[in-house]
C-alpha cells in the first residue's frame, strides 16, 4: 500500500503538468466540480488558505487597514464607468440576466473584481481631506469565465483578497501601492519560503485601468513564473470616471487617488509547484495544517498511544497530529510524505524503554534520533531550519535558472530550451513584445525594481536603443 500512494503521483520530471494534478487530488486538496471550472477545496486545501488568510490578514491590519465586505453583483451601468476597465475584464465576465422568473430590468456582473463598487462606496463616503485616507480590504470569491482552467491556478470562481484604498495625494497612493507589494513578498519569504522578483509590469501586462501595476513573479520547479501578488497605482482616473471629489483645507474640490492590490488561492499552486516533489506536497513549516504528524509503532503494545498523547501534549505550540489509525506504518510514513507535513516523529516500544524518539524532516528526509527530553526544544529548531532550507533551495532554483540574452536568436534559444527567465533589454515599445510572444510565448513578466544592470545598450528584439531591463519568461 505504502508503494501505491507514490505510485498514483506522475514523477515531475517524466509530466509536470500530471505530476501537479496528481498532487491537488492524492493529497485531498481540491475535488471537481460538477460545475465546469470550478473547483471544491477540501479541508486540507482550505485549512493552507485559513494560514494564509490569517497572516497576511495580520500583516495587512497593522499597517492601518480595514476589512470591509461588497456585494457580489455589478449593476451593468456601474462597470461602464470605466472604459479601460470595462475592456480589461469584458471577455471574463459572467452576467445575470434573470431575477427569479422574471428578466432584469438591468443585467448585473458577477463581480471579477470590485474596484468600481469601492468608487461607488467612496462617491458618498468622502468629501473631506478629513475623509482620507480610507484603508479597506475584503476577502472573497470572484469569477472569472476562463476558457482554460486549473486548480488553484487559474478557475472561474477563486478565493482571493482584494485592497482597495483612496488617499490625498498621488504620493500618497502610490507608497501605499509599494508598501502592500513589499507586504506579499515579505510574506512569501518569511512565511511560505518562496524567494520572489519585485517589479514592475509593462503597459501591455499592467492590470486595466491602472496608471502602474507592480508584481512579485516567482519560479516554479518547471521554470515557468507564477505572478504571486500584484499592486496597483490608480492614479485619478476611477475618482473622475466615478465623480469623486474631496476639498481640502483651503477647501478646494479634488479627485483623490487610488490603489488596489491582491493575493488569491493560485498562491497555493504555488507552494505545491516551488516546494513540491515526485513523492507530494512538501510544505514550508509555518503555513502547514500539520506541522509535526506522531506515528505510532506497534501501537497497540501497552503504552505506546500514551506515550504519543505525551508527545503531543509537550508539543502544544506546535500544530500536531497523531495518526493512529490502523494502517501499516510504512503506509502511513508515505502518507505522511505525500501530504507534505514537515515533519514526523516516530515512537514505539524500544524509544519509549530508551527515552528517545526518531524524527524524519519532510524536505530531506534526514532521520534522527531525539531524547524525549529534548523534543520541544529540537522541533523548534528543526521548524525554522527546514523553512530557512527550502528557502534556500528556491533561491538558488530561481539564481540558477536565470540567463542574459544579448542577441535575439540567444534569447529564443533560451526560451525554447532553458527553462527559466531570460534577462533582456526592452526598448519600451508594446510591438516587440508581441513579437516575442508570438516567437516564444514568452511575456514580460516585469522590470526588475532591484536589478539595474545594462546587459546591452539595445532591444533584444529590433535592435533599437534600448530604455529597460526586462526579466522575460513563460507562465502560468
Not at 403 to 408: G, L, M, S
Request: with cysteine; net charge negative; proline share 4%.
Amino acid at each position: 500500500m505504502a508503494e501505491k500512494l507514490v505510485e498514483n503521483i506522475t514523477a515531475m520530471e517524466d509530466d509536470f503538468a500530471k505530476w501537479y494534478t496528481d498532487i491537488v487530488k492524492n493529497a485531498e486538496l481540491i475535488d471537481y466540480s460538477s460545475v465546469k471550472g470550478c473547483m471544491i477545496i477540501k479541508p486540507a486545501g482550505y485549512a493552507l488558505w485559513e494560514n494564509i488568510q490569517r497572516e497576511l490578514d495580520r500583516r495587512f491590519k497593522e499597517t492601518g487597514v480595514e476589512n470591509v465586505y461588497m456585494p457580489l453583483f455589478i449593476p451593468e451601468s456601474l462597470l461602464q464607468k470605466e472604459k479601460d476597465h470595462v475592456e480589461g475584464f469584458a471577455p471574463e465576465v459572467a452576467w445575470v440576466t434573470q431575477g427569479g422568473l422574471e428578466p432584469l430590468a438591468e443585467k448585473l456582473c458577477v463581480r471579477p473584481t470590485s474596484e468600481t463598487l469601492f468608487c461607488d462606496l467612496y462617491k458618498n463616503d468622502v468629501h473631506s481631506y478629513r475623509d482620507l485616507p480610507k484603508n479597506y480590504n475584503q476577502w472573497c470569491s470572484v469569477v472569472r469565465w476562463e476558457k482554460t482552467t486549473r486548480p488553484f491556478l487559474r478557475s472561474r470562481e477563486f478565493l482571493w483578497q482584494e485592497g482597495h484604498t483612496i488617499h490625498a495625494t498621488y504620493e500618497e497612493a502610490e507608497e501605499r501601492t509599494v508598501m502592500m507589494l513589499n507586504i506579499y513578498a515579505d510574506f512569501c519569504k518569511d512565511f511560505l519560503a518562496i524567494p520572489t522578483i519585485r517589479g514592475r509590469k509593462t503597459d501591455k501586462e499592467k492590470f486595466a485601468g491602472a496608471e502602474e501595476t507592480y508584481t512579485i513573479e516567482a519560479m516554479m520547479h518547471d521554470g515557468k513564473a507564477l505572478q504571486s501578488g500584484t499592486s496597483h497605482n490608480f492614479g485619478d482616473g476611477f475618482a473622475k470616471a466615478f465623480g469623486i471629489e474631496y476639498t481640502d483645507r483651503d477647501n478646494k474640490p479634488h479627485h483623490p487617488f487610488q490603489t488596489s492590490w491582491g493575493v488569491s488561492t493560485r498562491i497555493i499552486g504555488a507552494i505545491i509547484m516551488v516546494h513540491g516533489d515526485s513523492e507530494g506536497l512538501v510544505l514550508p513549516p509555518k503555513v502547514a495544517p500539520t506541522q509535526v504528524v506522531i506515528i505510532p509503532i506497534q501501537q497497540k503494545k501497552e503504552g505506546v498511544l500514551e506515550a504519543a498523547a505525551k508527545l503531543k501534549e509537550v508539543l502544544k505550540d506546535y500544530r500536531v497530529k497523531i495518526d493512529d489509525t490502523d494502517k501499516s506504518p510504512g503506509y502511513k510514513f508515505s502518507e505522511q510524505e505525500m501530504r507534505g507535513f514537515p515533519m514526523r516523529i516516530e515512537i514505539g516500544p524500544r524509544d519509549i524503554e530508551n527515552g528517545e524518539c526518531v524524527v524524519v524532516r519532510r524536505d530531506t528526509h534526514e532521520k534522527q534520533t531525539v531524547k524525549l527530553e529534548d523534543i520541544a526544544s529540537f522541533t523548534g529548531r528543526l521548524l525554522e531550519d527546514i523553512h530557512n532550507d527550502m528557502y534556500e533551495r528556491a533561491k538558488k532554483h530561481l539564481e540558477e535558472s536565470m540567463y542574459d540574452a544579448v542577441t535575439y536568436d540567444e534569447f529564443k534559444k533560451i526560451m525554447n530550451e532553458k527553462p527559466g527567465f531570460a534577462r533582456a533589454m526592452w526598448c519600451g515599445n508594446v510591438e516587440c513584445e508581441d513579437r516575442i510572444k508570438a516567437d516564444t510565448t514568452a511575456t514580460s513578466r516585469c522590470i526588475p525594481f532591484e536589478d539595474k544592470s545594462e546587459i546591452s545598450k539595445t532591444c533584444i528584439c529590433c535592435g533599437k536603443p534600448a530604455k529597460h531591463l526586462v526579466y522575460w519568461g513563460k507562465a502560468y
